[in-house]
Each structure stands twice: as structure tokens, then as C-alpha cells.
């Protein structure tokens, strides 16, 4: 279980019921935070809480975005080279997701940052969303600079860590 805070404009796009958060999710990688890109097509931004891991889904169908979240999750972590038995364990974790008020300021600063940068990048670029995520992945982030300084590279600790808890 865990919980994907959305901001104001997708709450209002997807019209599902708000829960408070869930304080301890299940999943290693824990909540979720989601905004609108309000690009041709529309696009959902989604950022770890935790490691600030960027994820790029399309928008459409709004009011579903929390059912196909895990599918864009898996992939981006593929295309990441992440190891396929941390990405299998957290997806069955996945099953039981609700939607919650955004509650950090400071992964919402992050979020406008990679929404800035993915803006410029794409006017530059001709990016697929996978590889727009794992490009702002690469991002050094000021909330890491005492761990791993980027999200790519924090992502990995928390596997890594996954990895060690499992075989402890």
C-alpha cells in the first residue's frame, strides 16, 4: 500500500477520492508524488518521495493514472537498469494504491524543477517520456546532496539497501 499525492490541477482532473496519506507504505520505495504536464499529449510527472526517481506517463485517462502508475514504474525502472527481482517485489506492492493531498513542499519544488527542465528539454530534444524521466534522473537534487546527490544514483542506494535487507 502506498499513497500518490497529487497536486491540486490532477486531483481535479481525475476526481477520485482523497485519503490521508498512508504513514507507513509497504512498498521499499514508499509514496509517490504526481503533477499535470500540460503538453501535446498531456503527461503525468510522478516523483519518488524518497529518492526524487522521476517517472513520465501519459495523462489520459486522468481518473487512471493510479491503475496504470505501476506498469510506467516497471518500465522507466527496466530502461534504468534496475534488477528485475527489486522491480518484481515492488510492483506486488503495488496492488492497493490511494490518492492524497500533496504534503512536502519540498518534492513539490523538485517537481517544478523537473517540470522547468523538461520543458526546455524537450523544445531541444526529441525525448520518448521514459527517457525524458531518465534524463532528469541524472538531475543533482539540493534534498541529496548529503546522500547521493541525484535521483538516478539515490534509487540505486535504495535498492542496494533493498538488496542488503533481503540477504541479512
Known sequence: MYS???????????????????????????NWYATVLFWRPQLALLVNE??????????????????????ALGETLVAA???????????????????????SRSVLGIMNEFRFLANESRRRHDFDPTGLALWLAQTPCSPLYGRNISPDRELRAAVESWWTERNS
Open 50 to 71: 524518497q529518492t526524487l526517481f522521476p517517472v513520465l506517463m501519459p495523462l489520459a485517462p486522468a481518473a487512471t493514472v493510479l491503475d496504470r502508475f505501476p506498469i
Open 81 to 103: 537498469g534496475i534488477e528485475r527481482r527489486f522491480i518484481d517485489a515492488e510492483l506486488a506492492e503495488m496492488n492497493d494504491g490511494q490518492w492524497a493531498k500533496t504534503a
Open 4 to 30: 500518490l499525492h497529487a497536486t491540486k490541477k490532477l486531483r481535479d482532473r481525475a476526481k477520485q477520492p482523497i485519503l490521508p496519506a498512508v504513514a507507513d507504505p509497504t512498498t521499499w520505495l514508499g
